[in-house]
């Protein structure tokens, strides 16, 4: 991604309240669906890609999840994240700045169990950058670890946030993850937006052969 994309997640966080954003979760319930069957203990390690200010991390938080790694291109989506869980819950958790195209910090993090992303993988229609995002999954997700990635579906818009965005199904999905995954379960999920208008998802659960 390029310095105007950091731009762009640093002046929409700014202007906008979290519960506000079309792409917030209250519940994020498709995601923890798919947590449940990976049956992890509570101090596998985590990591959420793009988290934004999601509440993902809050349920992760609140189920005792002890090895969490929070990764963002926006300092001010993490500040608002912080913010909204407290010094305490905040403290115990390993938060990085970070473009995941431009890879350096997290390389310092050590492997997970699992890779969450919903809807980074989405915004990388250039080539250089999902295939450097595919590496750095390769890189840091343990053997018999899971990823669970959802982007818009085939049938969700082109756009989001204003940028364009490449839409996937599970078969495309797989594809790109290539052999070394297993697809285990997915799913369509038509989310709705703070404004009412809905967007069609898809998502997905692998695990690393």
């Not at 970070?98 to 969450?116: A, C, M, R, V, Y």
């Not at 992303?117 to 999902?130: E, M, Q, V």
Request: one cysteine or more; glycine letters at 6%.
């Amino acid at each position: 991604m390029s310095t105007d994309f950091k731009d762009h997640w640093e002046s929409t966080y700014k202007r906008k309240s979290v519960s506000g954003l079309g792409w917030y979760e209250k519940n994020p319930a498709p995601s923890l669906k798919l947590l449940q069957q990976c049956k992890l203990s509570r101090d596998d390690s985590i990591v959420d890609i793009g988290t934004g200010a999601s509440t993902f991390i809050d349920s992760l938080v609140e189920a005792g999840f002890k090895n969490i790694t929070a990764v963002d291109i926006s300092k001010t989506a993490i500040k608002k994240l912080k913010d909204r869980l407290g010094r305490e819950k905040a403290s115990n958790i390993k938060w990085i700045i970070e473009d995941i195209t431009k890879p350096e910090i997290i390389f310092n993090s050590g492997e997970f169990f699992l890779w969450h992303d919903r809807a980074i993988l989405h915004f990388l229609t250039d080539s250089n950058d999902s295939s450097t995002y595919l590496s750095v999954l390769k890189k840091l997700l343990k053997k018999n670890g899971f990823a669970i990635i959802s982007t818009f579906s085939l049938k969700g818009a082109p756009k989001c946030s204003g940028l364009n965005v490449r839409r996937y199904d599970q078969t495309s999905l797989a594809a790109f993850l290539g052999n070394e995954f297993e697809l285990l379960d997915h799913f369509d999920f038509l989310y709705t937006m703070p404004n009412g208008d809905t967007r069609p998802y898809i998502y997905t659960l692998f695990q690393r052969r």
